[in-house]
Nanobody, 124 residues
Framework: QVQLVESGGGLVQAGGSLRLSCAAS????????MGWFRQAPGKEREFVAA????????YYADSVKGRFTISRDNAKNTVYLQMNSLKPEDTAVYYC?????????????????WGQGTQVTVSS
């Protein structure tokens, strides 16, 4: 079992930046891949980014590529999402997720565990 707790959400103006954090507990953090998803009001939850258990491989949705950066610190059991050049359409609840284990590629990241989510609001 893995417990995930997100933090760092808030209100920011368009063009601004935020860094989300997700603290994990319950299992060896380096034993699984990590990802971020988001869900805007009235829309389905969508993939944002994923990172391999080593941190050496990352994958992004086209909508955030070049603006968002996912990273992890296995010593701190934490994964981050640095969000720059934010747009109003980035407004959503952002969820941290962990896979069931390690995979060969994070392009097929499949979430097994979820955090409770953190709200990100970007004003125009």
């Amino acid at each position: 079992q893995v417990q995930l707790v997100e933090s760092g959400g808030g209100l920011v103006q368009a063009g601004g930046s935020l860094r989300l954090s997700c603290a994990a507990s319950g299992r060896t953090f380096s034993g699984y891949d990590m990802g971020w998803f988001r869900q805007a009001p009235g829309k389905e939850r969508e993939f944002v980014a994923a990172i391999s258990w080593t941190g050496g491989s990352t994958y992004y949705a086209d909508s955030v590529k070049g603006r968002f950066t996912i990273s992890r610190d296995n010593a701190k059991n934490t994964v981050y999402l640095q969000m720059n050049s934010l747009k109003p359409e980035d407004t959503a609840v952002y969820y941290c997720a962990a896979s069931a284990g390690r995979s060969n590629t994070v392009k097929s990241f499949t979430p097994r565990y979820w955090g409770q989510g953190t709200q990100v609001t970007v004003s125009s």
